[in-house]
């Protein structure tokens, strides 16, 4: 089955930096990697997402990129704010004749943008 | 109006009670989902039903019972609870698009702590 890595698990940045975080998956089948955001208290929420016939994707002050060869993606937040802060979670799922998606989630990191 | 709910929002239980979490999407979706998120904020699979059938049942102990009463709802159903069941559970749910990318949308959590 598939595994996702995810670094780092915590990572604190200065208002207005940028920051990334790194995944890297196994499952070379996989197509769809979605990223979601999940703050305190409340269910994750998709940000963005990339898939696998593309290599960049932005949105705004987001971006992914993907590099098939090297098995991994990652998320690019720039000129982060304080409503950034919440823990960012990557995921990857190989296509299925199946209905039903299985995705497989990194362990998430935690992001704080200091004022 | 909220898309993903879940009731209830918190529960706090003895061991050796049976309990039941629901869920129910608005959003005319045909797949729903049940994650176990753990202390350390991993999210991973436990049961996915696609049109009330049961698709997807990740190594989850037969005292997890989910239950689909139609499209929109997914109860999930704990017997003899565990300390090691206390985590947050979210569900989530998905349209089959036959493209393998679809996104899932995620409900507040259920917060289960048993003592």
């Known amino acids: 089955g598939e595994n996702v890595e995810q670094h780092p698990s915590t990572l604190s940045v200065q208002e207005g930096d940028s920051a990334v975080i790194k995944c890297t998956y196994s499952?070379?089948?996989?197509?769809?990697f979605p990223w979601y955001k999940q703050e305190l208290g409340k269910g994750s929420q998709l940000i963005i997402d990339?898939?696998?016939?593309?290599g960049e994707k932005k949105d705004q002050r987001i971006a992914v990129t993907l590099n098939k060869t090297a098995k991994h993606f990652s998320l690019h937040i720039t000129e982060t704010q304080p409503e950034d802060s919440a823990v960012y979670f990557c995921a990857a799922t190989p296509f299925s004749s199946g209905s039903a998606r299985q995705l497989t989630f990194g362990s998430g990191t935690q992001l704080t943008v200091l004022p | 109006d909220t898309a993903v709910s879940q009731t209830p929002k918190y529960l706090v239980t003895q061991m050796g009670n049976d309990k039941s979490i629901k869920c129910e999407q608005n959003?005319?979706?045909?797949?729903m989902y049940w994650y176990k998120q753990d202390s350390k904020k991993f999210l991973k699979i436990m049961f996915s039903?696609?049109?009330?059938?049961?698709?997807i049942n990740e190594t989850v102990p037969n005292r997890f019972s989910p239950k689909s009463p139609d499209k929109a709802h997914l109860n999930l159903h704990i017997n003899s609870l565990e300390l090691g069941d206390s985590a947050v559970y979210f569900c989530a749910s998905s349209s089959y698009l036959g493209t393998g990318q679809e996104t899932q949308y995620f409900g507040p959590g259920t917060r289960l702590l048993v003592l």
């Open positions: 499952d070379s089948a996989s197509n769809y």
């Open positions: 039903y696609n049109n009330k059938e049961l698709i």
């Open positions: 959003l005319g979706h045909d797949t």
């Open positions: 990339i898939r696998s016939n593309v």
